[in-house]
């Protein structure tokens, strides 16, 4: 069951026992709170009151695996649990809110500092600081310490720290070392995904599709295409909507107009039925003959550790190890 369709039961549930889908407060922070906050740092909307009221939900993290290391929802919740909080919970909308309108409720306050990008990394079964690896499952939000202490704050003590919080000599002391943690994250977690991205399409692609060339590769936080990015699509005759996930490389062959999509894991994001199903109708829309899909693995260790309990490769995709890059597998099951 998906988070939504869990969201929508709660609701549901809620609602035929008479009783409400959310507390009023979390910790003692109602919306009235954070709206007075907001409008103190001159960055209120609706939207960002209720982003900022579900990020202090402290129920157990609706990522089971996160829950399992003791962390809650306020310790790190994805886009998609966030949006879901917001439409289906709060305003009991049967859809979560599109993972776009993100612009509009989250990066204004990450913009200042309040809103906070963070990883699990799965070796260290932590958050940390960053969104290192681009579309990652693992990428997440929080509300930055400093500014739950001024929402919890008494009356009367809130608003002189929130005007320390936001004079510019503070925000960029907060801003260069938010900057200093995710840059310290990307040294420990990127380098490994970025190598394996480069040696997907620079090793396992120059021998295994040589007449395909890369038009798009996924290495930085996943947040915007540059308009060179989209030239080069639109080139290929590929036309993105705001739903579209791009994969980690995207190739092209122009002579029979395919195009190939890889998947590089270090730590999850294979090339399943469901990412299969979705690029498919990818290639459909853009008018391509067809598609295929490659998932890469560092060692086969890791591919080892994912598939023992898995098993999610896609039938009919190919799999590679950058360790033994002679063998194309393909995955029939």
Same mark, same amino acid.
């Given at each position: 069951?998906?988070?939504?369709?869990?969201?929508?039961? &709660?609701?549901?549930?809620?609602?035929?026992?008479?009783?409400?889908?959310?507390?009023?407060?979390?910790? +003692?922070?109602?919306?009235?709170?954070?709206?007075?906050?907001?409008?103190?740092?001159? #960055?209120?909307?609706?939207?960002?009151?209720?982003?900022?009221?579900?990020?202090?939900?402290?129920?157990?993290?609706?990522?089971?695996?996160?829950?399992?290391?003791?962390?809650?929802? #306020?310790?790190?919740?994805?886009?998609?649990?966030? *949006?879901?909080?917001?439409? /289906? @919970?709060?305003?009991?909308?049967?859809?979560?809110?599109?993972?776009? *309108? &993100?612009?509009?409720?989250?990066?204004?306050?990450?913009? =200042?500092?309040?809103?906070?990008?963070?990883?699990? %990394?799965?070796?260290?079964?932590?958050?940390?600081? !960053?969104?290192?690896?681009?579309?990652?499952? $693992?990428?997440?939000?929080?509300?930055?310490?400093?500014?739950?202490?001024?929402?919890?704050?008494?009356? *009367?003590?809130?608003?002189?720290?929130?005007?320390?919080?936001?004079?510019? +000599?503070?925000? #960029?002391?907060?801003?260069? @070392?938010?900057?200093?943690?995710?840059?310290?994250?990307?040294?420990?977690?990127?380098?490994?995904?970025?190598?394996?991205?480069?040696?997907?399409?620079?090793?396992?692609?120059?021998?295994?599709?040589?007449?395909?060339?890369? =038009?798009?590769?996924? +290495? !930085?936080?996943?947040?915007? /295409?540059?308009?060179?990015?989209?030239?080069? @699509?639109?080139?290929? !005759?590929?036309?993105?909507?705001?739903?579209?996930?791009?994969?980690?490389?995207?190739?092209?062959?122009?002579?029979?107009?395919? @195009?190939?999509?890889?998947?590089?894991?270090?730590? %999850?994001?294979?090339?399943?039925?469901?990412?299969?199903?979705?690029?498919?109708?990818?290639?459909? &829309?853009?008018?391509?003959? *067809?598609?295929?899909?490659?998932?890469?693995?560092?060692?086969?260790?890791?591919?080892?550790?994912?598939?023992?309990?898995?098993? $999610?490769?896609?039938?009919?995709?190919?799999?590679?190890?950058?360790? +033994?890059?002679?063998?194309?597998?393909?995955?029939?099951?």
């Amino acid at each position: 069951m998906s988070i939504e369709d869990e969201a929508i039961e &709660r609701r549901n549930n809620a609602a035929n026992q008479d009783a409400p889908v959310l507390p009023e407060h979390y910790s +003692d922070v109602t919306k009235e709170r954070i709206t007075q906050v907001l409008n103190q740092i001159d #960055r209120c909307t609706n939207n960002m009151v209720e982003a900022v009221f579900a990020l202090l939900c402290d129920e157990n993290n609706w990522n089971q695996k996160w829950a399992d290391h003791g962390f809650r929802f #306020r310790d790190g919740a994805t886009n998609a649990q966030i *949006g879901t909080h917001i439409g /289906i @919970l709060q305003r009991g909308n049967n859809i979560k809110l599109d993972r776009e *309108g &993100r612009d509009y409720w989250l990066k204004p306050l990450w913009d =200042i500092g309040a809103i906070e990008k963070v990883y699990f %990394d799965p070796a260290q079964n932590q958050f940390l600081a !960053g969104h290192p690896i681009a579309k990652s499952p $693992n990428s997440a939000y929080r509300l930055a310490p400093e500014f739950v202490v001024i929402l919890e704050s008494d009356e *009367g003590q809130w608003q002189e720290l929130a005007n320390t919080w936001i004079r510019q +000599d503070v925000l #960029r002391e907060r801003l260069a @070392l938010q900057a200093t943690q995710a840059q310290q994250t990307a040294q420990t977690v990127v380098s490994a995904h970025s190598h394996l991205i480069r040696a997907s399409h620079e090793v396992y692609a120059s021998r295994f599709l040589p007449d395909y060339r890369v =038009i798009y590769i996924d +290495d !930085g936080d996943g947040d915007r /295409i540059t308009e060179e990015q989209q030239q080069i @699509l639109s080139n290929a !005759g590929i036309t993105l909507t705001l739903h579209d996930a791009m994969p980690d490389v995207l190739l092209y062959n122009p002579l029979n107009n395919f @195009l190939w999509v890889i998947e590089a894991v270090t730590s %999850d994001g294979e090339v399943d039925n469901h990412k299969m199903n979705s690029l498919n109708a990818f290639a459909i &829309r853009n008018n391509k003959a *067809g598609i295929g899909f490659t998932t890469t693995y560092p060692t086969w260790k890791k591919a080892a550790e994912r598939q023992s309990s898995l098993k $999610n490769l896609a039938n009919g995709s190919f799999m590679w190890i950058r360790e +033994d890059p002679s063998r194309n597998i393909s995955i029939q099951q």
